[in-house]
Nanobody
Framework: QVQLVESGGGLVQAGGSLRLSCAAS????????VAWFRQAPGKEREFVAA????????SYADSVKGRFTISRDNAKNTVYLQMNSLTPEDTAVYYC???????????????????WGQGTQVTVSS
């Protein structure tokens, strides 16, 4: 079992930045692919970014590419999402997710992840 706890959300003006953190406990993190998803009111939960356990190329949704950066610190069992140039369209609850893997496939669908955090709210004002 892996427990995930997100932090770092808040209210920011358009053009600003936030860094989200996802702290894991229960099992070592280094064989898990970790991702960030987000869900805006009335919308489906959507993929934002993934950091594969294998260290191969990270994956981003087109809407955040070039603005968001996912990274991890295995020694701290923590994954980060640096969000720059935020817009009101980025307003959502952001969730951290993880799945144990043994291949190079990078999952982008929410059904492919086994462990989820409780979410952290990000609100971007115009």
């Amino acid at each position: 079992q892996v427990q995930l706890v997100e932090s770092g959300g808040g209210l920011v003006q358009a053009g600003g930045s936030l860094r989200l953190s996802c702290a894991a406990s229960g099992r070592t993190f280094n064989r898990h692919t970790v991702a960030w998803f987000r869900q805006a009111p009335g919308k489906e939960r959507e993929f934002v970014a993934a950091d594969p356990w294998s260290g191969t190329r990270t994956s981003y949704a087109d809407s955040v590419k070039g603005r968001f950066t996912i990274s991890r610190d295995n020694a701290k069992n923590t994954v980060y999402l640096q969000m720059n140039s935020l817009t009101p369209e980025d307003t959502a609850v952001y969730y951290c997710a993880a799945v144990f893997q043994s291949n190079d496939y990078v999952p982008r669908r929410k059904t492919e992840y086994d462990y989820w955090g409780q979410g952290t709210q990000v609100t971007v004002s115009s």
